[in-house]
């Protein structure tokens, strides 16, 4: 007879499965059985008809994880549904799932939140469920409590060593780094230049002749997209230019760089966490009016730079001397992105907590009825 599966991993995009491979092969030696499954295999497996059996059982699994509120769960109407967060930051102002017309963020019963500020945005976006969803929808929400679970993000954590696959950017000895990782594009969040202003920004740094690689890294989801690509032939003469346009790249990538460039990407606080240096951020004073909150934070633990000059001016100085965070401050950093639980020790015990219907004592049970 064939056993029902104790984990599911949906796979929504290639480049999201590296949030939760750190901690697969640490879940198989505590004898759970672990499946990775894209969505186009759902679709195929439970609408094709060919087995139906294997269907049924799969249905059952235990527990289902996956990084994006998608219509996949659908699948297993019997299993424990868990949301990994897919960033370790997550600004106020991002907007919900319901704000966006998307009814499945609520259909799970688990949410990992990867620090105070994504923990923030979530509760918020749960009560959203019920402002902007309409009623019909509303009455088939889960009346049961939410569960709030600090931690999650082991993304390019430096333990995890063996990905395979991920090509280390490789510069000469004593060559520094200079990293411009700007945020996801997408019309509804607001913040992201690297499809207006990315072109300029690049070529304001390598007018400089600065004695430091320039790497640029769009986001995964964006890597493939027509200005990234007209950009990457555009610079393609530089030697001092690179793009990494790898879904996963080596967690040295990001580590090892002496300068982060962004424009609102929360990837710059794990940088400063990790690091100890500031991050750069390149935001246009009207849209920093946009995100108080944001920028009071971005202002407290980095630079914040408006034009191509005061961009080119903080690097220079960053180059010449690194910025780094005083220790009281980076404590306090660590301690908002949830240092102790971001870590795949802690996340595999929090999965076996789930998977056995423990509630442990640094969760919050959040009353939504």
Same mark, same amino acid.
């Given at each position: 007879m064939e056993k029902i599966v104790?984990?599911?991993f949906i796979e929504?995009?290639?480049?999201?499965?590296?949030f939760f491979r750190p901690f697969l092969p640490e879940l198989i030696r505590n004898g759970f059985s672990c499946q990775i499954l894209s969505s186009k295999e759902l679709d195929i497996i439970f609408n094709s008809h060919v087995d139906l059996h294997k269907a049924e059982i799969l249905s059952k699994t235990k527990v289902v994880v996956t990084t994006n509120e998608t219509k996949w769960t659908k699948y297993f109407p019997q299993s424990k549904k868990v949301l990994l967060g897919h960033s370790i930051f997550m600004?106020?102002?991002i907007p919900s799932p319901a704000v966006l017309d998307n009814p499945f963020f609520a259909d799970f019963d688990y949410y990992f939140c990867p620090s105070v500020y994504y923990l923030q945005w979530t509760i918020q976006a @749960?009560?959203?469920c019920f402002i902007f969803t309409n009623l019909d929808f509303r009455r088939v929400i889960p009346s049961a409590d939410k569960i709030l679970i600090p931690g999650g993000y082991v993304k390019n954590n430096r333990q995890y060593d063996t990905r395979g696959g991920a090509k280390k950017i490789s510069t000469p000895n004593k060559t520094k780094q200079i990293l411009f990782v700007p945020s996801v594009y997408s019309p509804e969040h607001s913040g992201h230049i690297f499809h207006s202003h990315g072109a300029a920004i690049i070529a304001a740094l390598a007018d400089n002749n600065f004695s430091a690689k320039i790497i640029c890294r769009p986001h995964p989801t964006d890597r493939h997209r027509d200005y990234v690509l007209r950009m990457v032939e555009m610079f393609a003469a530089n030697?001092?230019?690179i793009f990494? @346009?790898?879904?996963t790249p080596d967690s040295s990538l990001y580590y090892e760089s002496d300068i982060l460039i962004t424009d609102m990407s929360g990837f710059a606080f794990a940088f400063a966490s990790a690091t100890g240096k500031r991050p750069i951020f390149f935001v246009e004073t009207e849209e920093a009016l946009k995100h108080s909150r944001f920028m009071t934070l971005a202002a407290r633990f980095g630079r914040?730079?408006?034009t191509h000059a005061g961009l080119v001016k903080q690097v220079s100085k960053q180059l010449a001397v690194p910025d780094m965070i005083d220790d009281l401050e980076?404590?306090?950093?660590?301690?908002?992105l949830y240092e102790k639980f971001n870590n795949v020790k802690s996340m595999v015990d929090d999965f076996i907590a789930i998977y056995s219907g423990t509630i442990l004592s640094h969760w919050t049970r959040l009353p939504l009825c």
């Open positions: 104790d984990f599911v929504t995009r290639p480049e999201f499965s590296d600004r106020d102002t @749960l009560f959203d030697k001092n230019i990494d @346009l790898q879904p914040v730079v408006s980076h404590d306090y950093l660590r301690q908002t």
